[in-house]
């Protein structure tokens, strides 16, 4: 038997359990429900409005366009999002344990992703470097 850590909580389990005996976290993937998380992008009114990618778990890419959605099946569990729109970028680690909602926007001001909803732990990146999007002004 090898102790391994749980995805969920981080404590050292057997290798040889079903659930994590700490949280509650089903350790086999078919054990794990799939949720569907909708990511909305709100309306915003920019002379150029680029799409926004959506990149989940550094692998999987996805666009959005403004005043539009996407809906994403994930497993229960640790997912980080890493929201990009031009060289602002927004991460976003979600813990899935039932469908959710999740909205982005852009800050007017400070040209950083905002983005809200269920459960998340956010880290924005916003460069030095002021980046005009569709003529909006941003401090640096």
Not at 59 to 76: A, G, P, R, V
């Amino acid at each position: 038997m090898a102790l391994i850590k749980c995805s969920e909580c981080g404590k050292e389990i057997s290798d040889k359990a079903s659930v994590c005996p700490h949280c509650g976290m089903p350790l086999r993937s078919e054990d794990r429900g799939t949720y569907d998380i909708t990511i909305t992008r709100k309306k915003q009114w920019f002379l150029i409005n680029p799409d926004a990618t959506i990149t989940v778990n550094n692998s999987d890419k996805y666009k959005l366009k403004n005043d539009s959605s996407i809906k994403i099946s994930l497993t229960t569990g640790e997912h980080t999002l890493l929201f990009s729109l031009g060289p602002r970028k927004t991460e976003a680690k979600i813990n899935v344990t039932e469908n959710a909602t999740i909205e982005m926007s852009m800050n007017r001001v400070s040209g950083e992703i905002n983005v809200t909803g269920y459960k998340l732990d956010l880290k924005t990146n916003t460069p030095t470097v002021s980046v005009g999007v569709g003529g909006g002004i941003f401090k640096n």
